[in-house]
């Protein structure tokens, strides 16, 4: 590798807030949050929506994303369509 041109590797944080899972790994991501690890050594701490914890792809659990809310609320948008066959 030519120096200089990479960014810094570094042991990081990443917290999935869905499953409440952390995960220790080497990043060049960076932070200005830290959290105290298990290991006693404190780390930058990056907050992630979804992970390999709680992605359905990988858990094997699909999960419902409130479809009823959002049947009724394009119901009432664009009111209701006919009946298929008509």
Same mark, same amino acid.
Do not use: C, Q
């Given at each position: 590798m030519k120096p200089r041109i990479h960014p810094?590797?570094?042991p990081v944080v990443f917290r999935d807030r869905?499953?409440?899972v952390a995960f220790l790994t080497r990043s060049t991501a960076d932070s200005s949050r830290t959290i105290e690890w298990e290991d006693g050594n404190t780390y930058p701490l990056i907050?992630?929506?979804i992970s390999s914890?709680?992605?359905p792809f990988y858990t094997g659990k699909?999960?419902?994303l409130d479809t009823? @809310?959002?049947v009724?609320?394009?119901e009432r948008r664009y009111g209701r369509t006919a009946t298929? @066959?008509?």
């Amino acid at each position: 590798m030519k120096p200089r041109i990479h960014p810094d590797s570094r042991p990081v944080v990443f917290r999935d807030r869905a499953a409440d899972v952390a995960f220790l790994t080497r990043s060049t991501a960076d932070s200005s949050r830290t959290i105290e690890w298990e290991d006693g050594n404190t780390y930058p701490l990056i907050d992630v929506e979804i992970s390999s914890a709680s992605h359905p792809f990988y858990t094997g659990k699909s999960r419902v994303l409130d479809t009823a @809310g959002r049947v009724e609320r394009f119901e009432r948008r664009y009111g209701r369509t006919a009946t298929a @066959g008509h």
